[in-house]
């Protein structure tokens, strides 16, 4: 059995450029494989520019962890394009394609890349056309369930492709892009003059339905869940399946707790002991895996099937 | 401006052979329709056509010298994807001009099978990009692209400026204010979205609660709105829902609204759009007719005089009376969008 490898995504909210230098040099001693790096969700987000998240790249890439950045998921303009092109150029850092466009430039560079989630790779026809332009690893989208992945990594190795999968398994789960600023609207500001305001905001803004039950997270122009995704439950089932590596994406506290309690979890799984790993402390909202087990997302962790 | 612009064909939905036929006699140029499972985006009861009504479709609207589109625009699922190969199989064999499809994936497989066969990449391919459609473009040759409703008007041209592919926007109907094959809002609720099962807010996920002071409108349990008397209720689509944030409950991420750019029209044949599509499949052909006659009459107005063209009080009338919420939008083509 392969030994899982812990990952950390890319920071998907909007923090001042001391925290997230602040956050990376903590980062760069935790027990990561890869760390992924750079502004993925909105590109009016510019604490840091491409070149601090190239050279930031480095300098962790000296910490002897793989390092690769992570694309803009949504392309819109002709400077997203230019953003993206210096990126893909930068020489040393491999790119998590995020986009149909990245991975295009990728493939023209003749770089390997990862293919992130938005990609929305649901079969493995999807997955070899994606490897033959470059890919070397895949994350599967959120919302696919065990079973379905388990469908597709089978095939994987039946058509031997040489291709690594990595699963999203730790955090608020990013669940939709838009062309509008739900943090801006919020302000009854304008997105182009939204004032930054997602700084306030470091694991984003709750949204709660009218009984207030917690349902999403507003974040800039994302839109994410509230409950904190977590397949801890399940990491025997996913190393068995012959999954690569699992990604821990970062929030505002405590992402070392959640960091080290993966690691325990795993080094667990090729002994006898089962540790009783409690990370919901470190969670600020519910546990949830409906997703891995072809339920609502929003299900939280041991709740039954909930009927249509 | 070039004044041979062409006009964009008006591509219109057709949820059912009524529906097909409406949007043929009140002018439309294409029509759009999909298979009864979820190989495609508008999977709902009662809607979408069989081998029969499809070839019934296909005839009448070839007669009258009009295109018929099929959409397979959910994303294969898992190990077995011959359902989604079989439906390119039934529209290569049923003679449609095009096929519609979001999963690179099946478009290769298409292309393959089918060299002969034109591709359109679905909005569900979320391409916002030219470098994404000119990936598309290589790879599989698709004549087409649709692109999601997040763009302005200037990033739309910017796109056609720099590809081959025919560019294809929204124009009239209800609004996904998310970029379409982006989101997983309906999975997260409700275990489908339209990815993978080619749905939003499924019907059967909706339940009404009739209180004493209000009406609740839920999906999956989840409290997605409520009504107080007298007020509409609109369907529990959950992006379109009341919810609270720091204390304030109004539509924290969408009105229910429809977009309109009919007052763009202009602008639009300017740039070089090659077709405008209507959002409807799950409309009534009543609608479909309207919609259809509305927009046929104000695109031929647009391309006859477009320095003079302006919207007529008959068509938006006639637009509003059909908008989701009643409120229409020009959306992200319009800059300051909040």
Known sequence: MNTLQLTLGPVLFYWSRDDILRFYSEAADWPLETIYLGEAVCSRRQQLRGQDWI??????AESGRQVVLSSLALIESESDLRRLRKLVENGDLQLEANDLGAARLAQQQGRPFVAG???NIYNADTLALLQSLGARRWIPPVEMDRDTLAAV???VSSKGLNIETELFAWGRLPLALSARCFTARHYNLSKDDCQFRCLEHPDGLRLNTREQQAFLTINGIQTMSDGCHSLLPHLADIAAMGVKAVRISPQWQHTEHVVAGYQQAIQALNSPLRPDIDLAPYADSRLVDGYWRGEAGIAAIGEAHAHS | MPATRPLPELVCPAGSLPALKAAVDNGADTVYLGLKNDTNARNFAGLNFDDRTAREGIRYAHQ???KVLLAI?????GGDISRWHRAIDEGADLGVDAIILADIGLMEYARRRYPQLRLHMSVQSSATNYE???????????RRAVLPRVLTLDQVKQVIDHTQVEIEVFGFGSLCVMVEGRCLLSSYATGESPNSHGVCSPAKFVRWEHGSQALGARLNGILIDEYQQGEPAGYPTLCKGRFEVEGDTYYALEEPTSLNVMAMLPQII???????????RQRSPAYVAQVTRTLREALDAAGREPQRFSVKPGWTQALSK???GQQQTLGAYNRPWK
């Open chain 2, 322 to 324: 059909l908008a989701e």
């Open chain 2, 73 to 77: 625009n959910t994303y294969a699922q």
């Open chain 1, 55 to 60: 050279a930031l790249g480095k300098e962790l």
């Open chain 2, 132 to 142: 994404a459609i000119n990936l598309a473009q290589e790879l599989f040759d698709i």
């Open chain 1, 117 to 119: 989630h938005h990609l």
């Open chain 2, 270 to 280: 300017d740039i070089g759009v090659a077709a405008i599509k209507v959002e409807g």
């Open chain 1, 153 to 155: 990594l089978q095939q």
């Open chain 2, 64 to 66: 009258h010298e009009r």
